[in-house]
């Protein structure tokens, strides 16, 4: 069983920065790919961005490429998200989560472990 831990989320102004970090409890935390989710209020919770284990290779969704960075900490067992340029649309609860396939996946199903979330508001 992992256990994931979210912290950072807050408010902010339109352009600002915030910095999420996912706190993991789980053996063997570089096999697992890790990634962040998103849920805005009356919509789909959506995929943000990916790391793999493996090689540490990350992915991103198009709406945050170029403004949100994912990086994670092996010896720590952190993950954490960058965000800069926050925009209105931002605004949604963010979710960490962890899977151990061999390939790194986009859909939220495919993952097995979910923190509680952690909000973010970005004000216009």
């Known amino acids: 069983q992992v256990q994931l831990v979210e912290s950072g989320g807050g408010l902010v102004q339109a352009g600002g920065s915030l910095r999420l970090s996912c706190a993991a409890s789980?053996?063997?935390?570089?096999?697992?790919?890790m990634a962040w989710f998103r849920q805005a209020p009356g919509k789909e919770r959506e995929f943000v961005a990916a790391i793999r284990g493996f090689d540490g290779s990350t992915y991103y969704a198009v709406s945050v490429k170029d403004r949100f960075t994912i990086s994670r900490d092996n010896a720590k067992n952190t993950v954490s998200l960058q965000m800069n340029s926050l925009e209105p649309e931002d605004t949604a609860i963010y979710y960490c989560a962890a899977d151990r396939s061999a390939r790194v996946t986009y859909r939220g199903p495919d993952y097995d472990f979910w923190g509680q979330g952690t909000q973010v508001t970005v004000s216009s």
């Open positions: 789980a053996r063997a935390f570089s096999t697992y790919n």
